[in-house]
């Protein structure tokens, strides 16, 4: 699928946003690629965070909702650690997150959990996920 | 110098096993501890979103809790409570906007700066008794047992509150020997084990827990040493599935860290409510015979 990037994206408030909500300047980001080496979830992901932040430089908001990373990442900050560019990514993936749930859509949805779930996990289980995923 | 302990939630229900082993510990080494006589979940992650700030309140408010018994430090055992008090502490000693927000907030508390001091239990054990006389106490050591400590993501990361400056960590490594074992370090000792996505993505999360449990045993390792009650879950507690999906070879044994000290300090089993992990865990123990639980639980 092609990606258009125009200057709509690139002007968009979406790059403002998440520079905000994560307290990252995203163009210090040169794609090398360390944080997707780092990722735990890596072999899970359709667009490993390099992808995201390009995507992310250039406002493609669409694009960046649609790869799920965010959702799959589980704030390990093994990225956030490793980047040569001192990019906190983990507080980008939380700003990412942060953008869709205060749309007022949720991830998980507590009240769909089977009980049997609900019982044998432990508290910290729920209260992180819900922390991560619900609005 | 007073202590305090802050406990969390899951130690007092699905990781008694945790807190029982460590607590019957304490009162073995003389720690003068105390529980936080109040105290609300700390919301076991770190609010990441720069204008998030109302989740820092509830950490921040256990952390004036200990201020106010006089402590200056507050101990934990839980590594993910650990990193969540740790990181609020820090963004109230050194975030002067956020702080005087969040202050300002909790108008009915005492102004908090940092104060307190948060220190995971492995980091008590190694700075304020010290290996040496914990050594000394040392009646059962753990011989023969070749274990294999994970480390998981919140004891080391982010940098600015890991337990020992970043690099190769080695306080679970020198812990353990103290105890008498064979350590084993191995490559994915501090991988994610998925955390909180065995909830939402569990293929994902089942995917590096197996990953885990594989290094381990490939290493030469008879068992895991952990730390965190979500990464038991994920480690222990889904081994079936993994086993079920012929994503893991054979069963891990796991053990939290405190079951091993009370152990090694000769508290015998009942106190480290093997009951709670799984039966192959404690079947290792007796195979070395090492206290584990009473034969009812194993048959
Ligand atoms: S490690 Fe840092 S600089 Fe490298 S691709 Fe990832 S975010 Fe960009
Ligand atoms: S914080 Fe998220 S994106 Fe970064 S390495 Fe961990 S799982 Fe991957």
Known sequence: MPITISEKTIKSDFIEKVKKLSGQNIHKCFQCGTCGGACPMSGQLATLPRKIMRMAQFGLENEVAESKTFWTCASCHSCSVTCPRGIDLAKVMEALRQLSLRKNVNYVEPSKLPSETVKEMPQIAMVSCFRKMTS | MKISYYPGCTLKTKAKNLEDAALASMAALEVDFEELPRWNCCGAVHSLADDDLIHHVAPVRDLIRAMERGSDKVVTLCSMCYNTLARANLLMRDDEVKRKTINDFMDEEKDYHGEVEVVHFLNFLRDEVGWDKLRSKIK?????????????????????????PPGHPKIFREFLEVLGARVIDFAASTLCCGSYQILANPEAAETVAATI?????????????LSCPLCEFNLSKK????????????????????????IALGLGGEVCRFDLNDKISAELLKSKSLPSCDQAILT
Do not use: H, W
């Not at chain 2, 050591?141 to 940098?159: I, V």
């Not at chain 2, 999906?245 to 796991?254: A, H, R």
């Not at chain 2, 939290?256 to 009370?262: E, P, V």
């Open chain 2, 140 to 164: 059962v050591p753990l011989e023969g047992l070749k274990l294999a400590p994970y480390y998981g993501c919140t004891l080391l990361r982010p940098k600015n509150v890991s337990i020992e």
């Open chain 2, 213 to 225: 449990l594989e290094g381990g045993i490939n290493s030469g390792a008879e068992a895991l040493v």
């Open chain 2, 239 to 262: 081994q079936g599935d993994l086993l079920q999906k012929n994503m893991l070879s054979q069963e891990v044994p796991t053990y939290y860290f405190t079951q091993l000290l009370a």
